[in-house]
């Protein structure tokens, strides 16, 4: 079973920049090869902001924050980032860590989520 840890969460003012890091425990590389960051904003459902390919380095980042998030990893931690720059209120949420196994359609394994606000 895979675990997941994030970390690096807090308050920043619109225009600064937040890194946030998702360590994985247990489980195989097999069943973690996608590494994901989502985010749910209050009264809204959850999206898929940055994806990684932990085999290829393949990358993937929602619209609203290309050119500003980057997503990146360290196969030798089992941890992934989140470097988050110029934010903006709109990408205040809880960011949740994910992960999903080679071949699946399916994020099967979530961390506890970490807090983002961005104030104006």
């Known amino acids: 079973q895979v675990q997941l840890a994030e970390s690096g969460g807090g308050l920043v003012r619109a225009g600064g920049s937040l890194s946030l890091s998702c360590t994985a425990s247990?489980?195989?590389?097999?069943?973690?090869?996608?590494m994901g960051w989502f985010r749910q904003a209050p009264g809204k459902e959850r999206e898929l902001v940055a994806a990684i390919n932990l085999s290829n380095n393949i990358k993937h980042y929602q619209d609203s924050v290309k050119g500003r998030f980057t997503i990146s990893k360290d196969n030798t931690k089992n941890t992934v980032y989140l470097r988050a720059d110029n934010l903006k209120p709109e990408d205040t949420g809880v960011y949740f860590c994910?992960?999903?196994?080679?071949?699946?359609?399916?994020?099967?394994?979530w961390g506890q989520g970490t807090q983002v606000t961005v104030s104006s």
């Open positions: 247990g489980g195989s590389t097999f069943s973690r090869d996608n």
């Open positions: 994910a992960a999903k196994p080679r071949y699946s359609s399916e994020w099967t394994n």
